[in-house]
């Protein structure tokens, strides 16, 4: 299937060329572990009010988890923090749907890389690899929030 390559590519690419890979500053960290398989992250997310500013992760494990990583910093950079939050919910709706649900071009919109994800969720080994940086996304982002360490900047 034409399209199952495509995303098996953009999955690749991601997981070879990461965006977001290497801890910077930030203001909460976390690591997440699935322990089903091993894979390991650990990620920063710094704040300017409710503007996400940077998510940096160091992580290893498979092509999945690395390459959502590396797809979450794309789409959640540079956003105020209710819209990320709604992306945040539309992947794991995707990703929840057991294969399904098919991304129609309003998801596409909103995802953009992460559709290449919608393959995963017809395994549910795999979803936890896909989800595992999302979770540590919002984790951190809620003990930033949590703390009062999120930073105003003039």
Known sequence: MKLDSMYQEVILDHYKHPHGRGLRDGDAEVHHVNPTCG???TLRVKLDGSKIVDVSYEGQGCSISQASASVLND??????????????????????????VEPDDAMEEVLEDAVAFAGVSKYPARVKCALLS?????????????????????
């Open 75 to 100: 789409l959640v950079v540079g956003r105020e923090l209710e819209d990320a939050l709604k992306v945040q919910e539309v992947f794991l709706e995707l990703m929840q749907s057991k294969g399904k």
């Open 39 to 41: 894979d390991e992250i």
């Open 134 to 154: 999302w979770m540590a996304w919002k984790d951190a982002t809620s003990q930033a929030l949590a703390n009062g360490t999120a930073r105003e900047t003039a």
